[in-house]
DNA sequence: CAGTTTATGTCAGACATGTTGACATTCCAA
DNA sequence: TTGGAATGTCAACATGTCTGACATAAACTG
């Protein structure tokens, strides 16, 4: 499988792009690093709770969304009920997540941050929010143009619209 | 904490640069949407044979330079060697790997695909290059430089040399 | 309106993958 | 030549994912 700089397979619109498989994963390899880094900083800050990421994610999206059911918040993560509801009852027991039966379907737990898990959201949040600060303006308005193009490209198709709606959704 | 269109504590520059909390928040959600896509085709495929990620990373890098060592993928992935050494240990016992002693130090394992780990690899590869390519296309060549440049910017500034240079020694 | 089905959320057990600790082999330097 | 350092392997445990079984509330249906 050795190849030179374009693969014989390379059409001409990729070869305006750099397509080159080489291009591609190096893009893919960068992807790997950078979420790496992404994760870094709130990950040290919730080991020292003994927490790890999937309470980041509750977390993140339970502040941006007030309110929001759990099966909202499913449909946001994409695990199952099963798992998320290990982490949501770690949250409600150390008293970092309000659940409140839904006032309408009294089925459905509305989710809150209380106090102190805002607080911990804007620790975490900080630390995320500076080194992507940081990011960005090193390379510069143009470049998260075409970081926010390529990833929104990246999404799975059928997901793309409501993530990109959500985005917008938050903090209504 | 409610906040207008920028925050008390944005400066002049991150305005220039939309660098609200709220576009950073973004930024960061976009981030867990887009890194969920890009694992999506391979994490299914991986599913049908038993394996995860952790294989998929390994296989990749090996891939992308073979013959290195346990101690090198172990740099490059920086997860514990006795976490590695499962599942390397699968891959070879699987015949997807081949590992052989060092010719100058005996204690060192040169890692290489064999035949078939080559055969997966171009599936799992295939997938997540169609689907980079695909986003690279659809947003363009300047959004891909721009994409590059703040996925650079991300990793830990420690590291971000030692990438770098892994991106361009593979296939030496 | 009684009985059944559907929706939402919870609890229990299994597997994958990360961790730390103990150990075997090999290399190298005093 | 011997003791420490480097490399890799094996074992036990923690976390977070999954599937399956269940409880409760709402919605549908005859």
Redesign the pocket.
Known sequence: MAQGRHSATTTRGEQLLFLTDEQLRQGIELMFFAYRGFTADPDRM?EER??????H?AIHFINRRPGL????L?DIL????????????QLVEDRLVA?RV?R???????LYLTEAGRQLEQELSAAQRRRMRVAFSNAGPEAVHGFRQVLEQMIDPELREQVLRSLEAARP
Chains 1, 2 share one sequence.
């Open positions: 919730l003994g927490y790890g990421r999937a309470h994610r059911t759990v099966n909202e499913l994409r695990v199952t009920k099963q798992s998320l509801n290990r982490v949501l009852r659940s839904g309408e379907d009294r089925r459905q737990r509305n």
